[in-house]
């Protein structure tokens, strides 16, 4: 266990299942998971395709709401909030990271990275808060070496700088928790390994807490601790 992590339980699920309906068919992807995060920890989640490791991200991110049992972040029980608060939860206290980056390809970089601060504060407030939101994002993006890449779209940057890009997005709202769907899967070795840096310098400066979707050894090996997902039950 890094010595960043805790024994405070941040997010905890219970009795997880989550099923998708399809046609006449229900498909149960997830099969009564219990899992805890604790503050500070760099927890990684492996597990052959299909086995349910992003919909399991995504409920505790709080993106998706399970079929049954229960998930919480601290005090938060998803379950009992309402879709708007939920999403004001999940804005303000997760950031997200995916495989295929989600940026908006007609927003600049540094537009892309102002996305979650303009939710967070809504139009009226954004207005007073344009100028510091503007330099916090700008900072990030400097420290990830794309100061000269601010006013570039996502289609003008190779795929490690939108990653880049995306990082600085979930970190700007300053979140406690930054959730990873295989942040390294859609990248050559070369810029995986310099993904793979960016995150673990992160988790040490700052102890926050990362919980990551991976099939990459190199990404769980750098973990602190390792969970094995299989057919929907942690193995």
């Not at 504060?121 to 000269?148: C, I, K, Q, S, T």
């Not at 939108?162 to 700007?172: C, D, G, N, P, S």
């Amino acid at each position: 266990m890094n010595e960043t992590a805790t024994s405070e339980v941040v997010i905890a699920a219970q009795g997880l299942v989550k099923e998708f309906r399809s046609g006449d068919s229900l498909l149960r992807v997830l099969k009564g998971v219990d899992v805890e995060v604790r503050r500070g920890e760099f927890l990684a989640i492996v597990g052959p395709s299909g086995a349910g490791k992003s919909t399991l991200l995504h409920c505790l991110g709080f993106l998706d709401r399970p079929t049954a049992g229960e998930v919480r972040y601290r005090d938060f029980r998803a379950a009992s909030l309402a879709d708007a608060r939920l999403a004001a939860v999940r804005n303000r206290h997760f950031g997200f990271v995916f495989q295929f980056y989600h940026l908006l390809p007609d927003l600049t970089a540094i537009e892309n990275v102002l996305l979650p601060l303009m939710i967070r504060h809504g139009v009226g407030a954004w207005m007073g808060a344009g100028a510091e939101a503007r330099e916090r994002a700008r900072a990030l993006l400097d420290r990830f070496g794309l100061g000269g890449r601010l006013h570039h779209r996502p289609a003008q940057l190779s795929g490690g700088e939108r990653q880049r890009v995306a990082i600085a997005r979930a970190l700007v709202n300053e979140p406690d928790v930054i959730l990873c769907d295989e942040p390294t899967g859609n990248l050559d070795q070369a810029t995986s390994q310099q993904i793979q840096e960016v995150l673990a310098a992160l988790h040490r400066e700052a102890g926050r807490t990362f919980v990551i979707v991976t099939h990459d050894e190199g990404v769980a090996r750098r973990a602190d601790r390792v969970i094995h997902l299989v057919d929907g039950r942690l193995a």
